[in-house]
């Protein structure tokens, strides 16, 4: 876990990120966003219909063990994170499409989440999981404070935000290499311990996420840009919520076992993100060289 003094400097990266993210925006994105709500309602539906069933079909086809297999489905049912948002701006994406989609599903996620458990969750026991109101509220406010800030900022001075932006843009860097070399640095005993079951599960639960989120979009009409959002939307979850769930409900003895899953998607998620974003990128290129 994190010290003190790291959680301190992830949340001033995070912040500085989301800044540089908001100074891209205006307020007329998102009224473009409420006035063609299709990719919004398509984006909600991918990120509770897909990745939850998608996570119960992987524990299913890897005879997962009920501590993993559960918290592979509290993975699939939490909402979309912020790095979904990073990573949209990364891949040419919709950002202003991404921050809604990831709003709108962690505030459904109070009323998704205990019901997507039920159904899911309920074939591995009836262990219950109490929902962190405070955690959804706390990631709200990281998330939207200082995108407004930067929106204002862009909106008073579009020089001063351009700066903004290519902060925000080396802010973000530095949030996925810290991440990454926590993890490596603090728990690589996890990835000699863990089966292969649980890696695939790890990687396939985000991979396989993306080519149904962007199949999503593609199928339901919705433009390259707004598919790729969803695309990214879809298959990256709020992994701190997942983690902070098994910490609150899971006995300690079982804590060890229920963390290891998520951690490593943790891990391969950014891994798997990139190479999307990459893709994603030359996707944009050519659509704009066609026109």
């Not at 190479?275 to 990128?281: E, G, M, Q, Y």
């Amino acid at each position: 876990m994190l010290t003190g003094i790291e959680k301190i400097g992830l949340a001033v990266m995070i912040f500085v990120l989301m800044f540089g993210m908001g100074a891209t925006l205006t307020w007329a994105d998102f009224a473009r966003g409420l006035k063609k709500p299709k990719a919004l309602i398509i984006g909600f539906l991918s990120q509770f219909g897909i990745m939850p069933a998608l996570a119960f079909v992987l524990a299913k086809t890897f005879a997962l063990p009920d501590t993993v297999a559960i918290s592979l489905i509290l993975i699939g049912c939490t909402p979309g994170g912020t790095t979904s948002n990073l990573f949209s701006y990364y891949a040419k994406g919709d950002v202003a499409l991404s921050i809604s989609m990831t709003t709108a599903s962690t505030i459904g996620a109070v009323f998704m989440m205990p019901m997507l458990l039920l159904i899911y969750g309920s074939a591995y026991g009836q262990t219950k999981f109490p929902l962190p109101y405070g955690n959804i509220a706390s990631s709200l406010v990281i998330m939207l404070i200082p995108v407004i800030i930067g929106m204002y900022v862009r909106r008073k001075n579009h020089r001063a935000a351009q700066i903004c932006e290519k902060i925000g843009s080396w802010a973000g860097t530095l949030v996925i290499i810290f991440l990454l070399g926590e993890f490596f640095l603090r728990n690589n005993q996890v990835l000699k311990e863990a089966p292969f079951a649980v890696f695939a599960s790890a990687i396939l639960l985000g991979v396989v996420g993306f080519v149904l989120g962007y199949g999503a979009g593609f199928f339901t009409g919705l433009t390259p840009k707004e598919s790729r959002t969803v695309s990214l939307e879809t298959g990256i979850q709020n992994t701190p919520m997942t983690i902070a769930l098994i910490i609150a409900t899971f006995p300690a003895a079982e804590q060890r076992q229920a963390l290891l899953l998520p951690m490593l998607y943790a891990v391969f998620i950014v891994i798997d993100s990139v190479f999307a974003s990459l893709i994603f990128r030359l996707m944009a290129r050519r659509e704009h060289a066609a026109h």
